[in-house]
């Protein structure tokens, strides 16, 4: 067992397996104390190379041509690479683009026409999420309930709100890592909860792609969606994905039309008709440039290998919640994440009265972290970047704020 200490942080880095990935990222600051990249990822140095090439090259060299050189591929080129390292999909399943709102809306209008067009379908009139769901999955739920004259019901946890699944529930919600506490649902389980009462869920990954092992195809979700700014590294306002299970592709149709989504789009023809695949999930134009940057970051998770990755964030999300027991403690802050390390993500919620204004002093000291409301304070620890003396010196500049 490790001591909790600034040397016990050391002997931990020192013997850490993924220690060297840190040299990978260009990091402009050493001396900043970066706890969020469960907001932001860092900058890899491979997509600094990656993107001065695909801008000179490809962009300024290829100009129109490189749409039939390669870019038109690269949504589930990269969604391919990105399910085989970190997501436990095979092939033909992922597709990267548009906003994460925008893919999760996609896929819920998706399942949502797919039950009202089975027999009976107009029965099931309920979508069913929790209220920790992050905002804009509550948003946009409550905006497609609205739009189908359907009742949305948020639950003040994801137990309570399979309790409410039954015969009129349509479609189900949730995220697998809570955005505040960093708790891990039990996605198989309740994925076949949901598919026994007959009806469909969309998960959200964000918090879960890059940090924990995920198995897809295994634990049979069906449908999916995440960011891939977090712990992927893909940069700010990075494109998100989206993963639909073979079997369901054909029977599913998402709300927009665009021409990328459509059988042959350069045959510019009359009327839709969707493409196969994953490639109908698809709707405009790929952002290409954004879509190099995701790759490079994919190949660092690939690099790393996710099971390591995961396993380096359980030791330093442990080492953050005995920490904060033991300098916090006493101070009136306490571990609102589960202490279970199974249970838990990539980052450790502290809950803090003062949790707002200590973010800020805390920022003033080098140390980056976030507030949640109302109490939070988030250390987000992520495997790649993120040493244990990080961890050690941002619980301790807490006390120090406490103590100030
Ligand atoms: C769980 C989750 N879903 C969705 C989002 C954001 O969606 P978008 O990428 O469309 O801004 C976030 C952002 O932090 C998130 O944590």
Redesign the pocket.
């Known amino acids: 067992l490790a001591e909790i200490s600034r040397p016990g942080a050391e002997a931990l880095d020192a013997a850490d397996p993924l220690a060297g990935f840190r040299a990978r990222f260009d990091i402009a600051d050493e001396q900043l104390v970066y706890l969020d990249g ?2 932001l990822g860092m900058l890899p140095r491979s997509t600094l190379a990656r993107l001065g090439e695909a801008v000179r090259e490809e962009w300024g060299g290829r100009l129109i041509r490189g749409w039939s050189e390669g870019w038109m591929e690269l949504p589930l080129l990269v969604g391919d690479e990105l399910g085989a390292a970190a997501l436990g999909a095979a092939t033909g399943q992922v597709a990267v683009g548009d ?6 809306y996609k896929l819920c209008a998706a399942a949502l026409d797919e039950v009202a067009g089975e027999p009976g379908g107009f029965e099931r009139d309920e979508i069913v999420s929790d209220v920790e ?5 509550r948003y946009v739920l409550e905006g497609l309930a609205a739009a189908r004259g359907m009742k949305l019901r948020l639950a003040p946890s994801v137990a309570d709100a399979m309790a409410l699944a039954g015969p009129r529930t349509a479609l189900a919600s949730f ?1 697998h ?1 809570s ?1 505040r506490t960093a708790e891990v649902v039990e996605l198989p389980v309740v994925a076949a909860e949901l598919r026994a009462a007959g009806a469909r869920c969309v998960w ?4 879960s792609v890059g940090s924990v092992e995920l198995a897809l195809d295994e634990w049979e979700a069906e449908l999916a ?3 891939s ?2 712990y992927l590294n893909g940069g700010p ?1 990075a494109p ?1 994905w989206m993963y639909v299970a073979r079997e369901l592709q054909g029977s599913l149709r998402q709300p927009i039309w665009g021409w990328l989504g459509r059988r042959d789009p350069f045959l510019m023809a009359p009327g839709y008709e969707a493409a196969d695949g994953m490639r109908r999930f698809l709707s405009g134009t790929p952002p290409v440039l954004a879509l190099h940057a995701v790759r490079a970051g994919v190949a660092l998770v690939a690099d790393a290998g996710i099971a390591g990755i995961a396993q380096k964030g359980r030791a330093l999300t442990s080492f953050c919640v005995e920490a904060a027991d033991r300098l916090l403690g006493p101070l009136g802050g306490s571990v609102a994440s589960p202490r279970e390390d199974s249970r838990r993500g990539a980052h450790v919620a502290l809950a803090h009265p003062r949790a707002r204004t200590l973010v800020d002093r805390l920022a003033t000291r080098g140390v980056i972290v976030d507030f949640r409301e109302p109490d939070l304070l988030r250390f987000g620890l992520s495997p790649l970047t993120t040493r244990f003396v990080d961890v050690w010196d941002g619980v301790a500049a807490l006390r120090d704020c406490l103590l100030g």
């Open positions: 469960n907001s906003s994460t709102s925008v893919c999760f769901n992050f905002p804009t999955d995220s890592v955005y959200d990954l964000s918090h969606v995440g960011c700014y977090k306002g998100a």
